[in-house]
Structures are given as structure tokens and as C-alpha cells.
């Protein structure tokens, strides 16, 4: 993990994303890409990592796409074009490394380590909490 940010259940998901950019470029200076899962999927994500030199490798959501096929937006043009590229073999590769690496970890995050419950109140003392949260030995 290089970087996170904690935040209430509100709003969307992929308002964090900038944010995360911001603090995982310290650590990862040659990071070339990113990968979400659909929750962080919209057209102001993936034009956002495209303005910052980033490959985003989120999957849109299916009702994101057009359903006859035919382009009415700009949105669903971002749509298909991140389909396209999830469906690449560097975005199934993307896919692989996040499910085996990042899901894995929250899982152990959340039910064995110190994320199972948040032990302050407020966004900046659970940010505290976040980088120090390690899994409980059984």
C-alpha cells in the first residue's frame, strides 16, 4: 500500500482518485496507469487520469455503455473507450494484480486488522489510523 484516503460513505467513490494520485506519486514516481474496480467508474475519473499521463483501468458500469450501440455522449464514448481498455491484455493484466494484490489486503484490512473499526472520529485522526493499520497475528 503507498497510498489512501479515508472518507465518509458520501459521494462518489472516484472523487478520491485525484487526491490518491497525489500521494502515491512520492512513492511510485513512474506509475504509468491505475486500476479500480467499476465503483470508481465516470467520465470525469478517466478524463482526469488521461490529463494526468495516467492509463486508467476501470471497468464502466454496464449501464454506462449504449444500449443500441450508437454514441449520444461524451460519457459513453469515455465508457467504451475504458472498456476497450480493460479488455487489453495490459488491462486484464491490471485487473489480475488488483484482485491478487490491493483486494486482498483491504479484505485483511477490514476483518482482521485495525480498519474493522475506526478508532477516531474525523477524517484527519482516521488518516492517522490508515497507514498504520496492520492485521491482528492469530
Known amino acids: 500500500m503507498v497510498a489512501c484516503v479515508g472518507e465518509q ?3 462518489h ?3 478520491a482518485v485525484a487526491e490518491l ?3 502515491a506519486r512520492f512513492q511510485c514516481p513512474k506509475l504509468v496507469s491505475l486500476g479500480a474496480d467499476q465503483g470508481f467508474a465516470a467520465e470525469r475519473v478517466w478524463s482526469g487520469l488521461e490529463a494526468r499521463g495516467l492509463a486508467a483501468y476501470i471497468p464502466p458500469q454496464r449501464t454506462m455503455l449504449p444500449r443500441d450501440g450508437t454514441l449520444k455522449t461524451e460519457a459513453q464514448r469515455q465508457a467504451l473507450r475504458a472498456r476497450e481498455r480493460c479488455k487489453s491484455p495490459a488491462g486484464v493484466f491490471a ?5 491478487a494484490d490491493a483486494e486482498g489486503a483491504i479484505s485483511e484490512l477490514k476483518t ?3 480498519l474493522a473499526r475506526a478508532r477516531c472520529r474525523g477524517t484527519a485522526p482516521f488518516h492517522v489510523q ?3 493499520a496492520a492485521p491482528r497475528s492469530t
Open 130 to 132: 490508515l497507514p498504520s
Open 112 to 114: 482482521r486488522g485495525t
Open 13 to 15: 467513490e472516484g472523487d
Open 9 to 11: 460513505a458520501s459521494g
Open 95 to 99: 485487473h489480475k494484480r488488483r484482485m
Open 21 to 23: 494520485h497525489q500521494r
